[in-house]
């Protein structure tokens, strides 16, 4: 992903300086991020952001083919414990 940010910041024609105050990052942030050396979600959405590409946060989550409200409505009731029986003073 660093990679692919580097390669999007080059043909904008973008230096890391400029890139990394337009999205309110260091520089070394940038950096750590463009070479794959680790980084916050907050420096990724912030750069990613700053390059005008938010459409790529919706290809990451994986879509949903489960509805969890169908499940419950489709799923057998709960069996229950019989209830205790009072016992009988003798």
Do not use: H
């Not at 907050?42 to 459409?55: D, K, Q, Y």
């Amino acid at each position: 992903m660093g990679e692919k940010l580097k390669t999007l910041r080059l043909s904008k024609n973008l230096g890391q300086k400029t890139l990394a105050e337009r999205a309110g990052v260091s520089v070394r942030a940038l950096r750590s991020l463009e070479n794959g050396e680790g980084s916050t979600v907050r420096t990724l959405a912030c750069v990613v952001r700053a390059l005008g590409r938010e459409a790529w946060f919706e290809t990451v989550a994986p879509v949903a083919t489960i509805d969890p409200l169908a499940l419950t409505r489709e799923a057998a009731p709960r069996q229950r414990a019989s209830p205790r029986t009072a016992r009988k003073k003798t």
